[in-house]
Each structure stands twice: as C-alpha cells, then as structure tokens.
Antibody
Framework: QVQLQQWGAGLLKPSETLSLTCGVY????????WNWIRQSPGKGLEWIGD???????NYNPSLKSRVTISVDTSKNQFSLKLRSVTAADTAVYYC???????????????WGKGTTVTVSS | DIVMTQSPDSLAVSLGERATINCRSS????????????LAWYQQKPGQPPKLLISWASTRESGVPDRFSGSGSGTDFTLTISSLQAEDVAVYYCQQHYGTPLTFGGGTKVEIK
C-alpha cells in the first residue's frame, strides 16, 4: 500500500515562497500524476496541480501563475513551490495519489497527512 | 470550472437514523462513452486528511461499511448513511473528476442530534 509522507516549512511571511515535498513509499511511482491539494476555511478543498514522473504538469488556472510542481524520480518525491504568498494562501496542504495511471481525470485514493502552512507577518 | 454545490452545509441526525447529503454539479459528470459518473465522495474527520468512501458515484471502497451508499447520475448525487453511528461524525465532500480543474464541494458536516 502506497504511503505519502510530506514535509516543509509551516510559517511564512507575505511575499515568500512556500516549499513542500512529498515522498512516495511502498508502491509504484512511475505512471501516476501526483497531486497537491490545499484546504482553507475560506475556500475549502482546492486542487493545485499534478505532475507525472516525466515532469508533465497540470495546474489549476487560479494558481498557475505562482505555482511550480517538480519531480525527483531518483527519490520518488515530488515538490510544490508557491511564490509570493499572502494570508489567503494559509491552508493545510496535502499531497495525494490518484486512483489510476490511465487518465488525468481521477479521484484521490491515498492522501498525505497534511502540512499546515500559515502566512503571517 | 465545474462547480460542485453540496447541501445542507450541516445536519444533525440521531444515532441509528438516516443521513442524506446532496451534491450537485454545474454540468454533467456522466461520461457518455462509458456511462460512468465521474463523482467521488470523501469523509474527513478532525485533524485527518479526507478518506475516499465512494467512487464512480456509487461504488463503495473496500472496507467502507455498507451503511454508506452513493446514488445519482448526471448532475445530482446523494450520499446516504442508512443508520448513523457515532464514528460517522465527520465532514463529507464530493469531488468531480470529469473535467479539469478537479473540483470539490464545500462539504457537509454531520453531527449527532
């Protein structure tokens, strides 16, 4: 059974860059589109984007201008960077695995535990 | 974007009674070629990530109690808990995976009356 372990800085100042990493353990890494999702009181669950092992990405248009998702296949890890953060980016950030390799339209069947990110001056 | 609207925002149900949660999508999530509804339901308890309960609108995941059931097609969907147990207190979310960006409903909080 795949497990996802995530880590990164939890307290940022406005204008800084959020940086999180998710490690994939116990299952296949290749072939899936690995996801970042965030959850804030104001906007609920929001899909940020995904990446596959070849580095192909899809981003939510609402965040696309500030987001970069990258992959390190040698470590079975993928990362999220969100630039120029504001208080509105305060949320719990999750990494998640999709149910299928065969589509870019999927639901999530495994989630990381979440990282609380607070943006405050 | 496909907008997912859940109702009610919260509900309180007596132990052993039925809980019904609704989810409506702003456009169909029924894929005509395979007749599948691209709709999933999740349960989230405090301090935990969402847990997948139901996929394809009505397929229960392995290990999910059979008191949970999903129904509906096209744009209107329902999650039913047939006999509410104390451990079912949680927030429930629907998610469409018919189009990008993937989108979620706003959640329905289920409590014990």
């Amino acid at each position: 059974q795949v497990q996802l372990q995530q880590w990164g800085a939890g307290l940022l100042k406005p204008s800084e860059t959020l940086s999180l990493t998710c490690g994939v353990y116990g299952g296949s890494f290749s072939g899936y589109y690995w996801n970042w999702i965030r959850q804030s009181p104001g906007k609920g669950l929001e899909w940020i984007g995904d990446i596959n092992n070849s580095g192909s990405t899809n981003y939510n248009p609402s965040l696309k201008s500030r987001v970069t998702i990258s992959v390190d296949t040698s470590k079975n890890q993928f990362s999220l960077k969100l630039r120029s953060v504001t208080a509105a980016d305060t949320a719990v950030y999750y990494c998640a695995k999709p149910n299928t390799m065969t589509s870019t339209y999927y639901y999530m069947d495994v989630w990381g535990k979440g990282t609380t990110v607070t943006v405050s001056s | 974007d496909i907008v997912m609207t859940q109702s009610p925002d919260s509900l309180a149900v007596s132990l052993g009674e039925r809980a019904t949660i609704n989810c409506r999508s702003s456009q169909t999530v029924l894929y005509s070629s395979n007749k599948k509804n691209y709709l999933a339901w999740y349960q989230q308890k405090p301090g935990q990530p969402p847990k997948l309960l139901i996929s394809w609108a009505s397929t229960r995941e392995s290990g999910v109690p059979d008191r949970f059931s999903g129904s509906g097609s096209g744009t209107d969907f329902t999650l039913t808990i047939s006999s509410l147990q104390a451990e079912d207190v949680a927030v429930y979310y629907c998610q469409q995976h018919y189009g990008t960006p993937l989108t979620f409903g706003g959640g329905t909080k289920v409590e014990i009356k």
